[in-house]
C-alpha cells in the first residue's frame, strides 16, 4: 500500500501538537509505520530539501529545520500521500482552509508546523532518507473495518 513521509518541524514540537497531529491521521484511518523524535544536522535538512537549493528562503529554511528535534514518520494508506497534503493544508498557513493541520495551528509560510511529501515518488525519496532501516513491519486489525 502507498507510503508518505510527514514530518512534525521543530515549532509543531515546541507548540505541543505531536499529539494532535498524530492523532488526526490516526484517526483518519491510516497506519503508522514509521516514527522516530530527532535533531537533524545542516547536511541532513540539506538534503531533505535539496530542491529547494536555489530558493532565497532555503538558508532559513534549514535553519528553522534544524532548530529543535522533529518527529519523523511513515505513514500508510490507500492515497496517502495527497490525502495526507489534503490533511496539512495549503504551504501558506493564510491560504490553508480551516480544519486542516496549518489552517488550524499556523500563521507563518516559515513556520508552518508540519511537513508531508509532494508525491509518491517524493515519498519513496524522502522515506529512504529519513529511515534507511525501513518501514515497521505491522498489520493493523481494524483493517477490514476501514477498507471494503
Ligand atoms: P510544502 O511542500 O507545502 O511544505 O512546500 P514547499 O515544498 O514548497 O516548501 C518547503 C517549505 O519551505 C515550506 O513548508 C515552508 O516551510 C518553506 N517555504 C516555502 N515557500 C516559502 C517562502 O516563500 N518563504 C519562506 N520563508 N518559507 C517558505
Ligand atoms: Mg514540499
Do not use: C
Request: glycine residues 10%; charged residues 20%.
Amino acid at each position: 500500500m502507498e507510503q508518505t513521509f510527514i514530518m512534525i518541524k521543530p515549532d509543531g514540537v515546541q507548540r505541543g501538537l505531536v499529539g494532535e497531529i498524530i492523532s488526526r491521521f490516526e484517526k483518519k484511518g491510516f497506519y503508522l509505520k514509521g516514527l522516530k523524535f530527532i535533531t537533524v544536522d545542516q547536511s541532513f535538512a540539506e538534503k531533505h530539501y535539496a530542491d529547494l537549493s536555489a530558493k532565497p528562503f532555503f538558508t532559513g529554511l534549514v535553519e528553522y529545520i534544524i532548530s529543535g528535534p522533529v518527529v519523523a514518520m511513515i505513514w500508510e494508506g490507500k492515497g496517502v500521500v495527497a490525502t495526507g497534503r489534503t490533511i496539512i493544508g495549503a504551504t501558506n498557513p493564510a491560504a490553508s482552509a480551516p480544519g486542516t493541520i496549518r489552517g488550524d495551528f499556523a500563521i507563518d509560510i516559515g513556520r508552518n508546523v508540519i511537513h508531508g511529501s509532494d508525491s509518491v515518488e517524493s515519498a519513496r525519496k524522502e522515506i529512504a532518507l529519513w529511515f534507511p532501516e525501513g518501514p515497521v513491519n505491522w498489520q493493523n486489525s481494524l483493517h477490514p473495518w476501514i477498507y471494503e
